[in-house]
């Protein structure tokens, strides 16, 4: 018993010391975000830095009279777009996938696993042809779309492997009811499976949110998104570092807010499509 | 075929991703056998010439070394941690709030990572670089020197892109049957065999994903970069990634670029198909 | 399952919502404009933070019935963006920003930009070419066309420390590249005496890409005394071609080249290879460099920030020294604008170009910053500037316009690429990785190739 508990202790010391060092490296840089954002400019640059400072928050008062509002607004859109086209195309093609057999599956999981091989630098011509020749360009649809080949590769994988863990038997039973596969998606498997459509529609927001290339090329002023708006911002004379933080905090918050209330469903519906 | 229900579930999204892959996929190959320089009249077939050009030059051959070592550099010390990580907080008793703390880099654009931590390393007046590291004795001007900014990068891709490693291994770690560890501890089995006998194998599948996924993002990485160090200095930090985007639209030369994009796509078509083979059949 | 359809019912309102409101609208002709430098360029048009429209922009808005879109970008960001736009001939600009270090050069020769000269006459009463510093308009000119007009505008010169130089003892700013090299050794072993760590000799530019060359192209032209960048000088494609001249980076190129590696390492601060303007500026405005040069701009662009009380009161201001061949160091530039091919709206988009580079909205640039650069020659003799700075130091600055030569470095459509090469090459050689020799090795071979390959010696 005792042997037990010492290994529990030695065993708990490092885990917190590593549990420690960890967070001090997370959170390092988004607490001093933090605390530029409500600096002065000078004081943000100033070396000793200032720990005790009177916040200013004039920074943020510039991102409301800014434009910054509507990239936070597209960039919304976008995402949301994103995540619901995303669902809607992933969710039977991953159900559709874990009812399949043999090399087609196969083939095909690869085909959707791997989709961006192209690097993106590669693809931007093409597709800034694309959306022009649809007309398309700098609207918020073109980027959510552009965004499907990150996010729905991501979704599928991580339905899959969730679909599969929901036993067959259960589709059997509803179609032997005259159940048809559309029903069978609709009135057994979604319900079942909400916690991680949940954890998807999280990630899937938060890689949208996020990407920066497809969104800047596709954009010009009417649908430039939040990480657009932050790499405008470094051209400016001044490198108004309390601004840049700012505006980089706000862009933070939505999806913090998410992840905040959902981190339990995001782990839970990863652990089902991690392992098989 | 077109009777079954699967052909229909899974058609939209085939159509969906070929337009905005497969088109541009084929669009890219294309323009990989074209001379099609912007300040040079008329687009026309040049067959290799792109990639005898390519292969030849200096800037794709360190850009091969930079991309090389920030790839294995990043992603084995992201494996390490967000195993760790993953480990030290997989238990029941684990408080939800910590694993949020965790993951909040998850939230923040790469190009806001990009700008955090460049000033936080800038040695003139970053938190890091000019205060923290004088600060036990280190003064070095991190940015500035070649390995120094490769290792800049490193370190804020790893802060960047580790917590959605470390949300698939916590996910794993946990779907991982606990009976399994008490039959094996019953056998009178010390910790480290329970990693290497159960935890490892275990986890095999989620590791070959995360990596997967990590090869296709690491060689994407380009915003991150570019606004830390914009490939420097010198080409330091020149990655695949910069070194085409610098070709198309600083040296104009869209057939070139193309060309570094095809050899791109077959480096990770290898790489994946290596990594689904081995591990992720029937995935 | 209810709960699923209300959520997904209220999801659909929710991005219906978003998206009704965010189109924007519509106006009378709009004329699209991307450029860089949000909250500097253009301030009293569009507000500190880019995105506002100022009284002034909408009485000009009112009274020509157009709609002026600014987006701003980072510039090497926005220049892709000018190319797909170009490629595809979108025309989704009408005003394209362009440098006169490569933008100029290159969107000019791929049939981009729409020539000027026809335009000038039709809004003199807006832009008035006869009024504006000739060299300026000269470096936006491309073959005997112009093709952009000037707004922000700079020509070479040296800001340094009073204070410091007469502490050791140096009563005067160095005439010649020369004598400003003892005088950076003596500044350094001076620092290095008095236990001083933070304050650096010198701030240059190093990072990698373009942003060295044109502060570097102006060491070249001094220690060559011509743009040695080919055999015998030539600045356009034809008298390259003519002649069939060869690159000589490994030739008369290499002094001036040599002697930027070795200031910025010997006397620069420790992360001069990353350094762009922006920390140049910073560096000094924090009082920890002595000199800042050849882009004097850089330093009145910092000083107003500056909290130390001695950068305030003891910066002064040189003419660029000379080199062994008696030319100054140059650095000059324009931030121009361009009329864009595919506009589909070019006469109203000359007249805001006018309009954005006229003599009221100069002045407006002048008022609100300070700085003592102009265009017009009206606004540099006009108490905006007169009353903040000397006669004396206006009168020079003048001269680094007048006297400077605008093209010291090749006008060919292979600028762009050749400025990111050469920059990339010092920043390689001030960071240590390569030697200058191996650096310009590699890039006598780079440019031999491009030059074969664009068709220059067929």
Redesign the interface.
């Known amino acids: 018993m005792a042997r037990k508990l010492g290994r529990t202790l030695s065993?708990d010391l490092g885990?917190w010391t590593?549990?420690t060092l960890?967070?001090i490296?997370?959170?390092?840089?988004?607490v001093?975000?933090a605390i530029?954002s409500v600096k002065t400019r000078n004081a943000a640059?100033?070396?000793?830095?200032e720990f005790i400072f009177t916040p200013d928050f004039s920074a943020y008062a510039r991102i409301m009279s800014g434009g910054f509002l509507g990239a936070f607004q597209n960039s919304l859109i976008i995402a949301l777009s994103n995540v619901v086209?995303t669902l809607?195309?992933?969710v039977?093609?991953a159900?559709?996938?874990t009812?399949?057999h043999g090399k087609v599956?196969?083939n095909?999981?690869?085909w959707?696993?791997?989709?961006?091989?192209?690097?993106?630098?590669?693809?931007?011509?093409?597709?800034y042809?694309?959306f022009k020749s649809i007309g398309l360009l700098d609207t918020p649809i073109a980027v959510s779309?552009?965004h499907?080949?990150l996010t729905?590769?991501?979704a599928?994988?991580m339905l899959?492997?969730y679909f599969r863990s929901i036993p067959v038997d259960l589709d059997h039973a509803a179609r032997l009811d005259g159940a048809?596969?559309?029903q069978i998606?609709w009135l057994v498997i979604i319900p079942i499976a909400r916690p991680m459509l949940a954890s998807v529609a999280i990630i899937v927001f938060?890689f949208s949110?996020?990407?920066?290339?497809l969104a800047f090329i596709l954009t010009s002023r009417n649908a430039q998104t939040?990480?657009v708006a932050?790499?405008s911002l470094?051209g400016t004379m001044s490198f108004d570092?309390p601004l840049?933080a700012a505006v980089?905090v706000a862009?933070?918050l939505p999806?913090?807010i998410?992840?905040?209330f959902a981190?339990?469903h995001?782990?839970?519906?990863?652990?089902?499509?991690?392992?098989? | 075929m077109v009777k079954d229900?699967?052909?229909w579930?899974?058609i939209?999204?085939?159509l969906?991703?070929g337009?905005?892959?497969a088109?541009?996929?084929g669009?890219?190959l294309w323009?990989s056998t074209a001379h099609w320089?912007?300040?040079?009249p008329g687009v026309y077939f040049n067959g290799a010439q792109n990639f005898q050009?390519l292969f030849a030059?200096?800037a794709f051959l360190s850009a091969t070394g930079v991309t090389l070592a920030y790839l294995t550099l990043s992603t084995a010390i992201m494996v390490v941690?967000a195993f760790?990580?993953a480990l030290?907080?997989a238990g029941p008793h684990s408080s939800?709030l910590?694993?949020?703390?965790?993951?909040?880099?998850?939230?923040?654009?790469?190009?806001?990572?990009g700008?955090?931590?460049r000033?936080?390393l800038?040695?003139?007046?970053?938190?890091i670089g000019?205060?923290l590291l004088p600060a036990i004795g280190i003064e070095a001007?991190l940015?500035?020197?070649?390995l120094g900014?490769l290792f800049s990068i490193v370190i804020a891709d790893v802060?960047s892109r580790t917590?959605f490693m470390f949300?698939?291994?916590?996910?794993?770690l946990?779907?991982?049957p606990r009976d399994y560890y008490e039959a094996i501890r019953l056998d009178g089995a010390k910790?480290f065999h329970e990693f290497f006998l159960i935890t490892l194998p275990?986890?095999k599948?989620?590791i070959s994903?995360a990596i997967?996924?990590r090869v296709?993002d690491a060689?994407?990485t380009?915003?991150l970069i570019y606004?830390m160090?914009?490939?420097?200095?010198?080409?330091?930090t020149?990655t695949?990634?910069l070194l085409?985007?610098?070709t198309?639209?600083?040296?104009?030369d869209?057939g070139a670029?193309?060309a570094?994009?095809?050899v791109?796509?077959v480096v990770?078509?290898i790489v994946?198909?290596a990594v689904?083979r081995r591990f992720?059949?029937?995935? | 399952m209810k709960m699923t359809k209300n959520g997904l019912a209220a999801f659909a309102t929710a991005v219906g919502l978003l998206y009704s409101t965010a189109s924007p609208a519509l106006a009378t002709t709009e004329i699209n404009v991307i450029g860089f430098g949000a909250g500097f360029a253009w301030a009293d048009l569009f507000g500190p933070s880019g995105t506002e429209k100022t009284q002034k922009l909408l009485d000009f808005e009112s009274a020509n019935d157009v709609s002026v879109n600014m987006e701003f970008a980072d510039e090497?960001v926005a220049?892709?963006k000018v190319?797909l736009d170009?490629?595809n001939g979108t025309g989704n600009y009408d005003l394209v920003m362009l440098g006169s270090d490569g933008a100029v050069q290159?969107f000019s020769?791929?049939g981009y930009l729409e020539p000027l000269d026809g335009y000038l006459d039709s809004a003199k009463d807006i832009f008035d070419a006869s009024k504006v510093y000739k060299p300026f308009l000269e470096a936006n000119t491309v073959n005997g066309q112009l093709w952009g007009l000037p707004y922000y505008s700079f020509g070479s010169g040296v800001v340094y420390r009073k204070d410091i130089f007469d502490k050791y003892g140096i009563t005067e700013f160095p005439k010649t590249t020369a004598e400003l090299e003892v005088v950076l050794q003596t500044i350094k072993d001076g620092l290095a005496a008095d236990g001083i760590t933070d304050v650096y000799p010198l701030t240059m530019r190093?990072?990698?890409?373009?942003e060295p060359s044109l502060d570097l192209s102006g060491f070249v032209y001094a220690y060559a005394g011509y743009p040695a960048w080919f055999e015998g000088g030539p600045v356009t494609p034809e008298e390259i071609k003519a002649t069939k001249a060869q690159p000589i980076f490994n030739g008369d190129f290499k002094p001036g080249f040599e002697t930027f590696v070795r200031w910025s390492q010997d006397f620069g601060?420790?992360?001069?290879?990353?350094h762009t303007w922006v920390?140049m500026m910073?560096?000094y405005a924090?009082g920890?460099a002595v000199v800042l040069m050849p882009s004097a701009i850089n330093a009145f662009a910092g000083i107003p920030g500056s909290e130390i009380a001695a950068v305030k009161e003891h910066s002064k201001f040189a003419p660029s020294p000379t080199g062994p061949s008696g030319k100054a160091i140059q650095s000059f530039w324009t931030f121009s604008v361009g009329v864009s091919a595919y506009s589909k709206n070019k006469p109203e988009a000359y007249k805001t170009l006018a309009f954005l580079t006229s003599e009221p909205v100069l002045r407006g640039f002048a008022d609100a910053f300070g700085w003592p650069y102009t265009t017009y020659p009206e606004i540099m003799h006009s108490p905006t500037l007169t009353d903040r700075w000397s006669a004396e130091m206006l009168g020079q600055i003048e001269a680094s316009f007048s006297e400077a030569d605008p093209h010291y470095f090749p006008y060919i459509?292979?600028l762009?690429?050749f400025m990111?090469q050469i920059g990339?090459?010092a920043?390689?050689?001030?960071?240590?990785?390569?030697t200058v020799d191996e650096a310009l090795d590699?890039l006598q071979d780079?440019s031999t190739?491009r030059m074969t390959?664009?068709?220059y010696y067929k």
């Open positions: 065993d885990r590593l549990i960890a967070l490296f997370v959170l390092l840089p988004i001093w975000l530029a640059l100033a070396i000793p830095p086209l809607v195309l992933g039977p093609a159900f559709a996938l009812r399949m599956q196969e095909l999981s690869f959707l696993l791997s989709i961006r091989m192209a690097p993106l630098f590669a693809v931007i011509l093409p597709l042809v694309l779309l552009a499907l080949t729905l590769p991501l599928i994988w899959v492997t048809n596969a559309m998606l938060i949110w996020n990407e920066f290339l939040v990480p932050v790499a470094a570092w840049i980089s862009s933070m999806a913090l998410f992840v905040g981190q339990r995001i782990v839970s519906g990863l652990g089902s499509g991690a392992v098989k | 229900w699967r052909f579930f899974v939209p999204t085939v969906a991703l337009t905005v892959v088109f541009p996929t669009f890219l323009m320089v912007v300040t040079e050009t030059s200096s941690l760790a990580f030290a907080l939800g910590l694993r949020a703390l965790m993951i909040t880099p998850l939230v923040i654009p790469p190009v806001v990572v700008f955090t931590w000033f936080l800038n040695g003139e007046i970053g938190f000019a205060y001007n940015l500035a020197e070649p900014a802060w917590p949300l698939i291994f916590l996910a794993a946990q779907s991982i910790r275990m986890m599948g989620a994903v997967l996924f296709i060689l994407n380009f915003e606004v160090t914009k490939g420097g200095p010198g080409r330091s020149q695949y990634s085409g985007w610098k198309a639209f600083q040296g104009f869209f670029a193309a570094l994009g095809v791109m796509i990770t078509t994946a198909l689904f992720m059949r029937g995935v | 090497d220049r892709q190319l170009l490629i290159t020769a791929a190093g990072a990698p890409g373009e601060p420790p992360g001069i290879a990353t920390d910073n560096l924090q920890k459509p292979e762009v690429e990111d990339t090459g920043s390689s050689a001030i960071a240590g990785t390569v590699e780079w190739d390959r664009a068709g």
